[in-house]
């Protein structure tokens, strides 16, 4: 393990923490994938799927400090910082609240129940990053964002963004360390279910994890906000320390790792299951941490590992923000299917698999690249950008 902290002007990119949040989000679509095939959070063929949401915001939180940290002062204010992440994130969000306004109404039932005037007010307020109360849930599913479920995560990415800017970036170590600690202690809470605020009581299937986030009912909140925080500030933290790990095939073990994480099963199918509590408590905790001190400390990788890196990070914001549109056509003609061979399943999970990647690519090339050159062109300054 050494200790590195580079210059701006000497800064490596960090391919492998690329790769796996690439890799992270392919197994977030096959998660969504098989999500409908399964009887419960429980029997989740790819069980713990959803800790690739915590795995996301330990890498956003580590790439913020090593993007932003030493350039305050230097040309950076807040009006600066706002306008980079916007243009970084807004784009790919317009196009997920759109291709999930056109599957709602050309590809999903119930349709004859929202009005047109309904249906563009929720895609206004998804473009917005304004989610929607239960009177607006036009699916049905307890989401905040009904045409692009995902996009919660975003919600909270974008007030991580925030706290950062307004405070925590100035942070000394310790202090940031004594928050990141109190974070996890909200970890511990939900994971064990302690139930420390008497918010948690909603929670049946998913007592004992770090399922939801994804709606403005109070528990969902305070377990998105606990989902948020520990990570997303944990990898600031590991950015600030300095600790990298130097190991010989660091993409591949970091991505075995993360895929090990997330095949898992249920740990214990029992009504008092804590131990899967502690399993992703642990893997919250420790285990991500660990794979961004992996993954930045090992960038010694030939060329076509390099080259996969940069092709699944560059896919991988696109697809995850484009990709549930499709998973919401799939699970409606599932529903309406069941007696079909379990064949035809297969291969429709496979299309969908593969069309998320083309759309994604698609999205990626001939619109995310060109719409956020033309935004940094028109409102950023180019000594800043």
């Known amino acids: ?76 204010n807040f009006k600066g ?35 047109v005037g309904t249906l563009l007010l929720i895609w206004l307020l998804a473009c917005l ?26 919600a909270f990415e974008y007030l991580a963004n925030l706290l950062y800017a307004l405070f925590i970036r100035r942070f000394p170590l310790w202090l940031l360390g004594v928050f990141v600690a109190l974070a996890a202690c909200l970890s511990v809470d939900i994971t064990f279910n302690i139930d420390t605020f008497g918010i948690l009581t909603e929670r049946s299937a998913e007592r004992f994890t770090l399922i939801g986030g994804w709606s403005l009912a109070p528990t969902q909140l305070y377990v998105g906000f606990t989902r948020l925080l520990y990570p997303f500030f944990a990898g600031l933290l590991v950015y600030r320390l300095g600790m990298r790990i130097k190991v010989r095939g660091a993409f591949l073990l970091s991505s075995l790792i993360i895929a090990a994480v997330m095949l898992m099963p249920r740990v214990g199918l029992s009504d008092y299951h804590w131990p899967n509590g502690l399993y992703e408590l642990l893997c919250v905790l420790l285990v991500f941490p660990a794979v961004l001190m992996i993954g930045a400390g090992s960038n010694d990788m030939g060329r076509r590992t390099t080259s996969l890196c940069q092709s ?10 484009t990709h549930y549109p499709l998973i919401y056509i799939l699970f409606d003609w599932t529903y309406k299917h069941p007696d079909m061979p379990q064949s035809v399943h297969i291969f429709n999970g496979v299309a969908v698999f593969l069309l998320t990647l083309g759309v994604a690519y698609a999205c990626e090339r001939l619109y995310d690249m060109p719409v956020r050159a033309w935004l940094a062109n028109c409102f950023l300054k180019s000594r800043h950008r």
């Open 1 to 76: 393990m050494t200790s590195l902290k580079p210059s701006l002007s000497t800064k490596p990119r960090f391919e492998i923490l690329d790769g796996l949040r690439g890799v992270a989000a392919l197994i977030v679509v096959a998660f969504h994938i098989f999500e409908i095939h399964s009887g419960g959070p429980a029997l989740q063929i790819i069980n713990h799927g959803y800790l690739a949401v915590d795995f996301f915001f330990a890498l956003s939180g580590f790439v913020l400090g090593y993007a932003y940290d030493d350039r305050w002062g230097r040309g950076l």
């Open 129 to 154: 990053m304004i989610p929607t109360t239960k009177a607006l849930d036009i699916r049905g599913w307890n989401e905040g964002y009904s045409l692009n479920g995902p996009q919660w995560s975003l």
């Open 81 to 115: 910082f706002v306008k980079r992440r916007l243009i970084r994130l807004q784009p790919m969000v317009l196009m997920g609240a759109t291709l999930g306004m056109l599957a709602y109404y050309f590809g999903l039932a119930h349709i004859e129940s929202t009005s």
């Open 312 to 321: 699944l990070g560059r896919i991988s914001y696109p697809l995850y923000i």
